[in-house]
């Protein structure tokens, strides 16, 4: 699933099968979370806050922070333990230097601390129940919701096994193979996916020119 943002400057995106993972995501093709507009469409479109959500009283403090923790995030997602003998199978990840792994699921588990934002059930205008927040949401729980995510993935062996790299060409985006079969190949067949069968239908035809 494709986001644009207020700014119609990027696209974001939440198509890798975890909120940890499309947070990873807005790093490509180029930094996302460069602005609180941005920002504040990822959390709402990644499902953090309901639709209509106040936001206002974000601040750049909140850029920083969920940068800040995407990075740490990634290096977990990305590298396999550093004290595993082999590298997770099927998941591509790499093997971790230490101690930079160490540190890196520390601040996670650090983060994953603070306690994510309460909900509430509340009367909507055709009378079903509609989700709220019971308080304005602090980036602190926010934060905390990202990084539960990446722990309960990363601590699930099924889900573990089931990451994978899109094989796009320079496309690094890692997502969460939930396919019959384990056969998704790229991040997004509309994106990724259709490249790559633009690109191999220009070669048949050059070779058919040939």
């Known amino acids: 699933m494709a986001l644009g943002t207020a700014t119609d400057a990027y696209e974001l995106r939440f198509d890798a099968g975890r909120i940890c993972l499309d947070l990873l995501a807005t790093t490509h093709p180029e930094e ?3 602005s609180l507009d941005v920002l504040r469409a990822w959390i709402v479109g990644a499902g953090l806050v309901p639709p209509g ?4 009283h974000a601040d750049a403090s909140w850029v920083v922070g969920f940068r800040e923790v995407r990075g740490r995030i990634g290096q977990l997602v990305r590298w396999g333990s550093p004290r595993s003998s082999e590298v997770e199978s099927g998941g591509g990840l ?3 230097p230490w101690p930079s792994y160490d540190l890196a699921l ?3 588990n650090d983060v994953a601390r603070a306690a994510p934002p309460a909900p509430r059930a509340v009367l909507g205008e055709d009378g079903t129940l509609v989700r709220e927040l019971d308080h304005p949401p602090e980036c602190a729980g926010l ?3 990202v990084a539960r995510d990446a ?3 990363l601590t699930d062996p099924l889900a573990r096994a089931a990451l994978r790299e899109c094989e796009g060409d320079n496309c690094p985006i890692v997502y969460l193979d939930t396919s019959r079969g384990r056969r ?3 991040c997004s067949s509309e994106v990724c996916g259709n490249r790559e069968r633009v690109a191999r239908h220009r070669r048949r035809a050059a070779l058919t020119r040939a």
């Open 151 to 153: 722990l309960e993935l």
């Open 94 to 96: 790499n093997p971790a």
């Open 53 to 56: 959500t106040p936001l206002a």
């Open 32 to 34: 996302h979370l460069d």
């Open 143 to 145: 934060l905390g919701a």
């Open 106 to 108: 520390a601040r996670v």
């Open 184 to 186: 998704r190949r790229w």
